[in-house]
Structures are given as structure tokens and as C-alpha cells.
């Protein structure tokens, strides 16, 4: 179920977005027995999921990644890179494996969707995800799905569990930055076409790029350090929900809530 992408990959390309699930969703994987990862659309070659499988189980060494695509031709050239842990299936948003997944990795996909389209496909996408279980303090799955540029540099994502969405990144190689706002380009499906006047991702971007006019003095330090007093200042009037030392990674994560689209 779904539509075929153009299939654009490069190794190394999602670095940014596993570095941030391994951080941030490293203990749900370690908590369940069998914790399995989906990426989903993973392109015309298998690199970023043989690379997920590596990052995810330095974190949790259980974790099994299966790579999803829905062009038959790409997983046949992807069947000689499955290893232990690691399989390709063909399929779409229904998710073809079983069992319910701690993690759907969706990189680029809807990129190329209609935006009345992505509220339903992330519907789809969460009613697949393992359930959250009060008891042992577990939140669920956990679906990222966002775009970044070709090699990686500049990338935005949300973050959604069962529930729903939950958090926004945007996440830089912060000598390629010019201004936050730079990051406007690379907004998933859901804001790309809302980064205009009234609506919220626009006022963020906004502030976003006074902070960082205001945090220049401090470029004489490096890049690094503007990037942490610009978030140190943004997070006066944005629900930023982590620490500098993510800022540090050149990320700031805010709640979807606060760049949610108006109605």
C-alpha cells in the first residue's frame, strides 16, 4: 500500500535522525524481548537499513531491522545484504511483518505525497506500533518520518507514537548553516507547505532566526556555541523539550503541539 519513490539514497545519509532515535528511543528497544525496527521505504539500494541495524544495536544488541519497499525489483537487489538481524520484504504502509514494531523508520517518503494525504498514512503508520503498557512505564512504538537533503547535512522530522504526534527536530550540520530558517527547505510533508505567515512553523522559524542574529557574538566561539545560546533563547518562548546536550549535536526538538498546523 502506497505509491513508489524515486528511491534517492546515499550511505551515511541518515545519521542525523538514527543518532536522535538512538538516544532518545534506546530504552524502549532494550525493554521489550524481541524489539523489532522497520525502515520503511528504504530506497533503490539497502544502505541506510544496513546501517540502522548497526546503529539500533549498539544500543539494544536484540534488535531486528527488516526493510520495507514496495518496488519488487529493490528488494530483490537488497535480498544478498540480509544478514542476522537484518531482512527485506516487500510491501507499504500496511507494514508487512509481524508482530507489532518498536520503530518505523519513514525517511523521504511522503516527501512526494499530497499533504491531505500524510494525516491518514500516519493513522496507518501508529495503529501498527507495539503498545504502550503503563504498567512497566513503556510509551509504545515509536514512528519518525521526516526529509533531509541528499547527504544528510539538513534534516526535520517528526515524531509520533500510538498516540499520535508528539515532538518535531530539526537537526543541522551547523557549518552549513547559514540561518536556521535555511532549514524551511527540508520540513516534512505535514509543515512544508505551512512555513507561511499565520501559521506557527513560520513564527518559530522566525524567532529562530532573531535568536540566532542576537547569539552572533558568540560565533567567535563557533558555530556550536551560537547553535546553543540560539536554543538557550528560543526555549524561552517554545516548548523545547531537550537538553544542550542534544543542542550540542546541532538538534533542538520542540512539541508537535507548539507547530502543530492550524485548523
Known sequence: MGNVTRGTTNPNRLRRMDRWIVATHGAELRRVADPVAVDLGYGAAPWTAVELLHRLRGA??????????????????????????????????EIPVSGRPVLVRAANVLRQYDE??????????????????????????????????????????????PEGPRTVTFATRLASLDRPSDLAERLPKALIHRNVPGEPVHAFLRDFDRAWAAAAPYASYGARQRWIRAVHALSTDWPVTDRPVRWRQGEVTVRWEALAPRA
Open 60 to 93: 539494544a544488541p536484540r534488535t531486528r531491522v527488516v526493510g520495507v519497499e514496495i518496488e519488487p525489483a529493490r528488494v530483490t537487489a537488497a535480498l544478498p545484504y540480509e544478514r542476522e538481524g537484518l531482512r527485506f520484504r516487500h510491501g507499504g504502509f
Open 116 to 161: 491531505s494525504e500524510v494525516a491518514g498514512v500516519w493513522q496507518r503508520l501508529c495503529a501498527r506500533l507495539a503498545p504502550a503498557d503503563p504498567a512497566t512505564g513503556s510509551r509504545g512504538g515509536l514512528l519518525v518520518e521526516g526529509t533531509c537533503d541528499e547527504i544528510g547535512r539538513r534534516h526535520v522530522w517528526v515524531a509520533l507514537g
